[in-house]
């Protein structure tokens, strides 16, 4: 060994010391980035096939209003046609599509929910693509929204941030509630417990985003779990019939309806049925 | 004593009977004509009888859940048997009606029966109320009782607010928040007034208490009072009654109290709360583990009040942001305006109706016969038109849910509702005169031409005329016996001396409105017109066998003026 050393410093000075050296560092240096650095996205051959479908799909379905490359289309008059899709992440595409929101049938003021386009196939693709563009949130696992085993204490808690962020929309029983100019809060009775998480990850539409540094993910389950809970809870319902959870206005309603209509015709009834009326 | 063994009765029941009347007199009052007294019947007479039996449901209901509610704002933590709110920090009152709800036997039932008994209460108060405006029963004598009647609709308000404010959940702490705004949108007063009615800033710790002393003591003591004080005056006028033969403004035409009426407003009683029972077990009603602790940070959409203050929610709803600066401070019109000056003055409208309809007229006699709605074409317009300032603005006050539910534009409502509130009423009152109007010609022309009997006859020149057939007397006194108001007659210009006199302007005032109010009501069927279309008829298309009655009794068909 110190033989070794000895002739190794010995040669120090040789003229291809400093190329040997040079190669050296090269190696460990190309060595080291092979095993740390991030594989680019053509390492993975199944995904960049993903991706390509998406393109394809997105083409075909979004570009009209979103632009080729989701770059956004612009109205002659100035108003957009629809936004720039760079950056937005696979949850925006997963939530907007896999509820049905986009494709719009029609421009309004709102994207309505109804039965989705594509198939979860295609929906995935179409996320691949939108998120291979740029950075953004990407679908959650099935863990960030597993409410199942959230216990009592952690629903309560979801209860309180439900009340203080998400009732002056959606209402106290997530029935939904309006906003302004024709907008709405939906109501979020049987919505998938993934879709609410992502809504708070992306605030679509008129919906503000519950970024993770506003809203942790665990309190984003917490909120979710409340909302199910609140769901499950009225099988069967305590009061009996809800009148559609709206609050006071439809009690009224029915007060006068049935309470008051039912008392007249019983009162049509008595008044017709005396010791005097012959029949 | 005496009066008993004449009637046999078993000794058990006559023994206890007896030994009351000796101590109280009740069998002598039971003789008098106090339980004699007649009543009678239309379905209409019964709308003020719902609210009474509604009020009996809410004080049985109401005494059930004080026995468990605890009117405090102190701080607890929640461990009854609803699991989504179990350890949250809340109000005893809010944990007190949790535990009501769930955790005590017939609590939930119990607290559903008692607040959709309140709806029945305020909206039966009301359907009485325009019955009253709508047929006149408001004259003389009976404007006192008019005016006890609003107050207890006042009152009644102003308790169901008071305990949809006690559960403090959130909708009860965002209602009392508005309260709190329009106490203090009162200039100079209403920061004073605020800080005293919440014994310091809003929410404090001192309201619940408050409000349940009102809910559970003054109000229902005031109620009590009133009702007793409104049917009291009903004996004493005697009910009203519907034109007929035989029924004049000295008599009551109608069955006793004993035992027909009895058994018919008991039964009612039985049967309306059967109908609160059932809406208490069926519908759920304000499920307050739903709206949470009150906590002034937090609001759900769909707060609105129960519908008695919708037309309030409705006017702050449409009500532009107005603010005004004075002196540094600010007058907030937005508030006052729709939340204190507009409901004070719709109120005194409801409240002075009848003493402004006297004014008019100059109609000083009493009425104990009731007008048909048609027969006072004005009178049923201008109550149709504030029905309809009534409804647009409940419509308003429910603006988000109709956007909702409809999938109307929010703004657009409102701003169509800013419109409609001013051109609404108006478009009602004259459609409502022409419908009434329309109907008194018909009437008119029923009475002097009969009715049409559906027999085609063809005249030797080829000529088709339907045969008409004279009416009953009965049919006859029932078109023909409502009475007119002549114009009030000028005061002159000048006195006997020839000075101004200051009387005059008021009575020109006076003639003028009389006009507008009075002038198109189609003229009454006089009784020459009467006599002159019998003989006409006798002449030429009386139906067989049918006997015109009415000559029998001219002087019944007179009309009065």
């Known amino acids: ?279 | 004593m005496s009066q008993q063994s004449k009637i046999n009765a078993p000794k058990s029941v006559s023994g206890p009977v007896t030994w009351l009347d000796d101590r109280t007199g009740l069998a002598n009052l039971a003789n008098k004509k106090f339980l004699r007294k007649v009543f009678p019947d239309h379905w209409s007479f019964m709308l003020g009888e719902i609210a009474l039996w509604s009020f009996v449901i809410l004080l049985l209901t109401g005494v059930f859940l004080t026995f468990w509610f605890k009117p405090s704002m102190a701080e607890v933590e929640y461990h009854g048997s609803y699991e989504l709110l179990r350890g949250l920090h809340m109000s005893d009152a809010y944990s007190s009606t949790l535990d009501i709800s769930f955790d005590v036997r017939a609590g939930l039932l119990m607290r559903q029966v008692h607040h959709w008994a309140a709806i029945l209460f305020i909206a039966a108060m009301m359907v009485h109320m325009l019955r009253i405006l709508f047929t006149g029963a408001f004259r003389k004598p009976r404007e006192i009782n008019y005016v006890i009647g609003s107050l207890l609709l006042m009152l009644g308000i102003l308790e169901g607010f008071a305990g949809y404010s006690l559960p403090d959940d959130l909708l009860s702490g965002t209602g009392l928040r508005i309260a709190e705004g329009l106490i203090r949108s009162v200039p100079v007063v209403g920061t004073y007034t605020s800080f005293f009615a919440f014994g310091g800033e809003f929410p404090g710790d001192d309201m619940i208490p408050r409000l349940y002393m009102l809910h559970i003591l003054l109000i229902p003591g005031l109620l009590i009072a009133l009702v007793t004080a409104h049917l009291v005056l009903l004996y004493y006028h005697k009910h009203t009654q519907w034109p007929g033969p035989g029924r004049t403004n000295r008599n009551v035409v109608g069955e006793p109290f004993l035992p027909i009426y009895t058994a018919k407003a008991g039964g009612f009683f039985f049967i309306i709360f059967g109908v609160t029972s059932l809406m208490g077990a069926l519908l759920q009603i304000n499920p307050v583990w739903k709206y949470g602790p009150y906590n002034p940070s937090e609001v759900t959409a769909g707060s609105q009040p129960d519908w008695y203050m919708g037309i309030a929610e409705g006017l702050l709803r449409i009500m532009p942001g107005w603010e005004t600066e004075v002196f540094g401070y600010t007058l907030s019109w937005n508030v006052l305006l729709p939340g204190v000056v507009a409901p004070g003055v719709l109120f005194t409208i409801a409240l002075l109706y009848p003493f402004i309809e006297q004014w008019i007229t100059g109609d000083k006699r009493e009425h104990h016969l009731l007008q048909r709605p048609r027969n006072a074409p004005s009178r049923t317009a201008f109550i149709v038109s504030l029905m309809t300032v009534y409804g647009l603005l409940w419509f308003a006050g429910g603006n988000d849910i109709i956007a909702l539910k409809f999938d109307l534009d929010l703004n657009w409502i409102t701003r169509f509702m800013r419109v409609l509130i001013f051109i609404g009423p108006p478009i009602a009152f004259i459609i409502t005169k022409r419908i009434c109007l329309g109907l008194q010609r018909a009437d008119r022309e029923r009475a002097l031409h009969g009715f049409e009997t559906g027999i085609i006859m063809r005249a030797p020149s080829g000529e088709y005329t339907e045969r008409h057939a004279p009416l009953s007397s009965t049919e006859t006194w029932k078109l023909v016996s409502h009475e007119q108001y002549d114009r009030p007659e000028l005061e002159p210009a000048v006195d006997e001396n020839g000075v101004a006199n200051p009387a005059s302007r008021r009575s020109r005032l006076r003639s003028k409105v009389w006009a507008f109010w009075y002038d198109d009501d189609v003229t009454n069927v006089s009784r020459e017109e009467l006599e002159e279309a019998h003989s006409h008829t006798d002449g030429h298309h009386r139906a067989e066998g049918t006997e015109v009655e009415g000559a029998d009794e001219p002087s019944e068909l007179e009309p009065k003026h």
């Open chain 1, 1 to 279: 060994m110190r033989l070794l050393s000895a002739r190794l410093s010995a040669r120090r000075r040789h003229p291809l010391a400093g190329l040997v050296v040079l190669l050296l560092g090269l190696g460990i240096a190309g060595g080291l980035y092979a095993t740390v650095a991030p594989k680019p996205a053509e390492a993975n051959a199944a995904q960049q096939e993903l991706v390509a479908d998406g393109r394809k799909l997105f083409l075909v379905g979004c570009a009209s209003c979103h632009g080729k490359n989701a770059e956004g289309i612009m109205n002659a008059s100035g108003s957009q046609q629809g936004p720039p899709l760079i950056g937005v992440g696979a949850a925006a595409v997963d939530f907007q599509v896999s509820t049905g929101r986009m494709p719009m049938a029609q421009t309004g003021a709102q994207a309505p929910r109804k039965d989705p386009l594509y198939t979860d196939e295609q929906t995935e693709a179409l996320a691949a693509f939108v998120a291979s563009l740029g950075p953004g949130p990407a679908i959650p696992a099935a863990e960030d929204y597993d409410y199942e085993d959230a216990t009592e204490e952690e629903i309560v808690r979801g209860g309180e941030l439900w009340r203080t962020n998400c009732t002056a929309c959606h209402n106290f029983n997530a029935s939904g509630g309006a906003l302004p100019d024709g907008k709405y809060a939906p109501s979020l009775v049987g919505v998938d417990a993934k879709h609410m998480y992502e809504a708070m990850q992306i605030g679509p539409q008129q919906m503000p985003v519950f970024s993770d540094n506003v809203m942790t993910p665990e309190d984003k389950r917490n909120v979710i779990a409340y909302v199910k809970h609140l769901e499950q809870q009225d099988q069967p319902n305590p009061g009996g019939f809800a009148l559609g959870s709206l609050g006071p206005v439809s009690e009224g309603l029915f007060g006068w309806i049935v309470g008051i209509g039912g008392l007249v015709i019983v009162t049509v009834w008595i008044t017709g049925h005396g010791a005097r009326v012959k029949k």
